[in-house]
């Protein structure tokens, strides 16, 4: 939603004084329980930062040109041969196109493509007061706040969630360890939109406990290629 600030041009010139300088990076905090929305162009890098830590965010992509193409977790993993992301992969779509690059993470490096985006029918499951924030309805706030909709909630790359596997297949849910500042980035591969919701989660331990808030970096121009 903040992405291009009328401002600069697409590659960060400054349009009120004609100068160009280095392009600074934008953030857009995103509050605890609470989900934010960003266009990322093409070749263009950005990050999902836990500023507290500790803090699990579930991120959705979808396809700019077509919102009803999106990132799809299931086939990132018959793409990559591997339950979780490496930094060097990519993630497609439902589509089986690249939509998004794993190209840095300062955290322990914990992300999960395993679990589905909680929802008011999970709270309710366990038992949660009502109403009670959820991502799913948190990614549909978002959308719906750019005038979008899709039929379906994507299962998220959970970035910063600890869902280790046992040899016998038994997962386990593990509060995230991420610290203060760390950070994952993404490079887009396409024009894509990109949703991130600080996952409101308090009753099962991934937050331990207590949702905080986290941000996303989106530096204003494209990475130098070498
Ligand atoms: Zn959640």
Known sequence: MLCEPPWRDATGRWLATGMTFTPATLRTSVPAREARAVRVPAGRRVSVVDVEGGQVGDLFAFAAADPAEHLSAAHTRASTGRLFPAIGEEFVTDRRRPILGLVADTSPG???????????????????????????????????????????????????????????????????VSQPGDSITFEALMDCLLVVSACPQDLVQINGGDPTPLAIDLPQAAPDKE
Do not use: K
Request: charged share 20%; proline share 10%.
């Open 110 to 176: 914990a992300h999960d493509m395993l679990i589905a985006a909680c929802d008011p029918a999970r709270y309710a499951l366990l038992g949660a007061e009502r109403p009670h924030r959820s991502c799913a309805e948190n990614l549909r706030e978002s959308l719906a706040g750019l005038g979008l909709a899709v039929p379906v909630t994507p299962q998220p790359v959970n970035v910063f969630m600890r869902i280790p596997v046992a040899g016998d297949g038994r997962l386990s849910w593990l509060p995230a």
